[in-house]
């Protein structure tokens, strides 16, 4: 603006490691270089800091194997869904290939819009032909022909990586007889949700659908779906290659290495690859330090809420969190020193769900409105009074929402009152007081 330029604020851009970025009238992002990866290592199942491959050795060797014998090894390597809900990977592979003869679909969710999440942009600019491979060979074990990639619109970049990825790989004879087809999504941070998008592919409005029956058995033009996120199937080529038990015996707690992003008040924003399970201090170490104090951190991107500092020792895995009633979700660290507000940055929080809640169910459409106008009031008055049907509100979004928007949108304004009940007019609860742990299994 102070240049004269023309710009309009909008939700979030996924560029959250090279703040403040803009997007100009030609779709290209402008704005610092992107953040940091971890340096080259071969030991690496996604190892973005080395070079990408132009041969395909896990798919054949997948073919090689069989289809079940890949079933195997991916049951014993203990891989959940990086997309966020941390599913057995093999039992979504199983379904599908357990489905009765006829066509089945391959999708990839690329649609990568929870705030702080940057890590499946990076796999796709990076190593394009390592989830190109691994959706191949999930194409294989399914027994499917059409692989769709639903890939955020805003990320120009990454389509054309993927497009040079697919026809290298076509060209090379690598890919015969398996069509990919690229679909760009339009903005909407609710098609990340695995039916919307489905509902989206298909030309309809994104909308969650009511489940069951689940994309498994009645998904892409009530076909079997197999519907894998970017990094669960960047994941798949080391496992074949290596084996099950080498991939999870690289993780701590939980099985695997995890793509972290991390922004904030760090040193070096970006995407590490670590073992799950490291904890705050370790993933902050790998990304240069803290910058300032640190006083917050959400441990998942918007949906897992805020954590205080006091629990920086928690294995960042999906276990761990959610017995604290948060979540790992998209492992979109963001670390907050003391110079941020909780009431302000929760408002950002409240104000992205309203605005990203599809409307399809009262509960969500109304909940995220109400919740929003109870921060408004608490910044207009300062009276603890104006939060007084937060947790009643938060409930019954949480019981009544289709689809884990609604169940979550909640969380940022229950935490952040949780944890710094001074900052809303609140004292701190005593050591005895329940947490939302510890009641009636309420987030």
């Known amino acids: 603006r102070a240049r004269g330029v023309e710009v309009e604020a909008v939700s979030c851009l996924g560029q959250c490691d090279r703040v403040p970025a803009t997007l100009d009238a030609k779709l290209e992002f402008r704005g610092p270089p992107r953040g940091g990866v971890t340096p080259d290592d071969p030991e690496l199942p996604m190892n973005l800091g080395g070079a990408e491959r132009e041969d395909y050795p896990a798919l054949a060797k997948a073919k090689a ?34 489905q009765p003869p006829g066509t089945r679909y391959v999708v990839i969710n690329a649609d990568e819009g929870e705030p702080g999440t940057f890590k499946d942009r990076e796999v796709m600019l990076r190593r394009p032909r390592l989830m190109v491979e691994g959706a191949a060979i999930a194409a294989f074990v399914a027994g499917a022909h059409i692989v769709y990639i639903y890939v955020r619109g805003e990320f120009k970049d990454c389509i054309r990586a993927l497009e040079d990825a697919i026809e290298s790989g076509r060209e090379a004879g690598h890919l015969e007889g398996l069509e990919f087809r690229i679909v760009e999504g339009h903005g909407a941070y609710i098609c990340g949700e695995e039916t919307a998008l489905l509902e989206a592919i298909e ?48 993780g701590r707690g939980e099985a695997g290495s995890k793509l972290y992003c991390i922004s904030g008040h760090i040193q070096r924003p970006g995407v590490y690859e670590l073992a799950l399970g490291v904890t705050l201090d370790e993933l902050v170490e790998a990304a240069g330090g803290y910058v300032g104090t640190p006083k917050a951190f959400s441990p998942g991107g918007a949906s897992s809420g805020f954590l205080p500092m006091s629990q920086r020792d928690l294995p960042l895995d999906f276990g761990s969190l959610a017995k604290v009633g948060s979540m790992l979700g998209s492992a979109g660290v963001v670390v907050l020193n003391d110079t941020v507000r909780m009431p302000e940055a929760t408002m ?31 910044a207009q008055s300062g009276e603890a009074g104006a939060l007084e049907h937060v947790e009643e509100v938060a409930w019954e979004m949480n019981e009544g929402s289709i689809c884990g928007l609604g169940m979550v949108a909640s969380l940022p304004l229950q935490s952040a009152m949780r944890y710094f009940p001074s900052e809303f007019g609140g004292v701190p609860p005593s050591p005895d007081t329940p947490t939302e742990s510890d009641d009636d299994g309420r987030q």
């Open 65 to 98: 194997m069989g289809a079940e014998a890949v079933l195997e090894a991916l049951q014993a390597s203990g891989l959940q869904g990086r997309g966020g809900a941390g599913f057995p990977a093999h039992f979504k592979w199983r379904a599908v290939r357990a």
């Open 203 to 250: 030309g309809r409005r994104g909308m969650p659908r009511l489940k069951p029956p689940y994309p498994t058995e009645q998904g892409l033009f009530g076909r079997p779906t197999l519907m894998n996120n970017v990094e669960t199937l960047a994941c798949v080529p080391a496992i074949v290659e290596r084996g099950g038990a080498w991939f999870k015996a690289l």
């Open 348 to 378: 950002h929080q409240q104000v992205f769900f309203e605005d990203e809640s599809c409307g399809q169910c009262a509960p969500c459409r109304i909940g995220c409105r109400v919740q929003r106008q109870a921060l408004d009031r608490f």
